[in-house]
């Protein structure tokens, strides 16, 4: 199975949504696709779905395009955040809906309907009224529609942000196994980092409807394609453009290229720091003089507060609790980064 898509465009009241996207899916693989709200994430899965009459460009699922077919003859499921449950069907009837459209016989409608609410683990749930499932139970109904018609695509738009945090998990994982139970090409949107980190192949990154950065997470996090990705991703600290005459203090060894980063913006991750009390010589390390100024403790880890010495800017230092012993605000060190950790942008 492989997705394909080609210069796809949207224009909606003559406004360029979706702006010449070009993205190749491998079998089995779970996007994540991130970026702003109002970036372009929901027209794009609607025009996937075929939920989008007015598309230009192509998309190829195994070699074929599918652009000309209407919607319901995709091998492409959508959950949409706010589900779109029939109401006053009960949960076997919401999920034997599109079985039925497509004409299916009712024992093979009822025997998938128990597979898949065993899939979704709702055994047993077949003649619930859908307003007496909780929040989370609806989402598995509507996943276990999303997968009646057994489609090849699975796109999920954002359905979990209104569950709490431990049920996000919960449902986070559930998909995930039946992404791979089901052999599906996956693209889920959320705003939740973790969420995309912890099972996405990749990242797509949306912005005012260019694709900006496709990307493994650990890639996106290292080396954003640009500071607006950066920030997206979590904390950056920044250093003002490096200019020549600004060489000598920036302490950086003549060996190393600092030569690279003059007249541009560098960033880099509050945990790719190290804090050292004394200055030793390294020659693979940009070395900063800062004063601790302050630090906040979180459930997770410390977060260290530097002014830095000949510079306005200020910087975050994360670590570990048991290390917060080693520190003490007032006083002077030395930030250290390695020259692989440094973000720079044109
Ligand atoms: N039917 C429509 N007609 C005109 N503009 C639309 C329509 N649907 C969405 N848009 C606009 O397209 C942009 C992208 O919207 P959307 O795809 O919903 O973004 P996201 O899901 O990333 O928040 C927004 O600026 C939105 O206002
Ligand atoms: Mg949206």
Known sequence: MSLIINNLSVKLDHTKILKDLNLEVKSGEYLALLGPSGSGKTTFLKTLAGLIEKAEGDILLNQTSIMKKPSHSRPVSVVFQDLRLFPHYNVKENIAFPMKLKKMKDKEIDERVSSLLNDVRLQGFQASPIHKLSGGQ???????????????????????????????????????????KKNLVTILVTHDKREAVQFADRIAFLHNGD????????????????????????????????????????????????????????????????????????????????????????????????????SSEQWSVNILHQSLKDYKVGENYWLYVNHEDIVSFE
Not at 248 to 265: C, P, Q, S, T
């Open 138 to 180: 609806q989402q598995r109904v509507a996943l276990a529609r999303a997968l009646a018609t057994e489609p090849q695509v699975l796109l999920l738009d954002e359905p979990f942000s209104g569950l709490d945090e431990p049920l996000r998990r919960e449902m986070g994982q559930l998909v995930h196994n039946l992404h791979v």
């Open 211 to 310: 694709l900006v950065q496709i990307d493994c997470p650990k890639n996106v996090f290292d080396h954003p394609e640009n500071e607006y990705v950066g920030n997206f991703f979590g904390q950056l600290n920044r250093l003002k453009v490096i200019e020549e005459s600004r060489k000598d203090w920036l302490d950086m060894d003549a060996n190393v290229k600092v030569k690279d980063y003059i007249g541009k913006k560098i960033f880099v991750r509050p945990i790719r720091v190290d804090v050292k009390k004394e200055r030793k010589e390294s020659s693979s390390n940009l070395i900063l003089p800062a004063q601790l100024t302050h630090f906040i403790e979180y459930p997770e880890y410390v977060d260290l507060k530097f002014q830095l010495i000949n």
